[in-house]
């Protein structure tokens, strides 16, 4: 969540209120917040001393803008550049593509989405396993029609992976392409 209000203040100052309409309005289809944990956020970001703020008056009620501060910016690129951990990997490969276009260096951008591949591959492999693991299982009569649907799960998310692995490899193309052209 951090991240995401650090890659927020990238693009402009804002105060809770519009951070929250903005994550209604697009984020929040990958990523779940509450107004609540936009405030413990921003609460976490202050103490690290990575964002400040402003008080400002606006039709008569008192506001905080926050804004990144130049270490905040350094955390951001940090974090844009890290790998990225196989837990709640659509996230966070999601919430990277949202901001990748905060990254200046094409170059970079194109680690970023390497990396991004790298995690749906592993991720990938991790499903294949339990897919063969399942496939050796002889299911008793009695749990079918229970593994038929945790089954179907699987292919959900096989099916998922293989689109994801697919759509990145062809932005990385898109990428590449738009770079050869320059």
């Not at 402003?54 to 008569?60: A, L, M, R």
């Not at 501060?69 to 196989?86: A, N, T």
């Not at 002889?138 to 697919?166: D, M, V």
């Amino acid at each position: 969540m951090e991240y995401v209000v650090l890659g927020l203040l990238m693009i402009k100052p804002m105060t809770i209120y519009e951070m929250n309409s903005t994550f209604k309005k697009g984020i929040s289809l990958f990523y779940s917040a509450s107004y609540g944990s936009l405030q413990r956020a921003v609460k976490k970001l202050l103490e690290k001393k990575l964002i400040t703020y402003y008080e400002t008056v606006s039709k008569g009620r008192n506001k905080k803008v926050y804004s990144i501060l130049d270490i905040g910016k350094e955390r951001f690129y940090k974090w844009m550049m890290e790998d990225i951990q196989k837990n709640k990997l659509e996230t966070a490969i999601l919430s990277k593509l949202f901001f990748l276009g905060l990254i200046k260096d094409k170059q970079d951008r194109i680690i970023i989405i390497k990396k991004s591949i790298e995690a749906i591959k592993a991720y990938g492999k991790e499903l294949e396993n339990v897919e063969k693991d399942i496939d050796a299982i002889k299911i008793p009569i009695e749990y079918e029609e229970i593994a038929k649907y945790q089954i179907k799960t699987l292919e959900y998310g096989l099916n998922s992976y293989r689109y994801s692995l697919k759509w990145y490899k062809n932005l990385l193309y898109e990428m590449k392409k738009e770079i050869d052209e320059e």
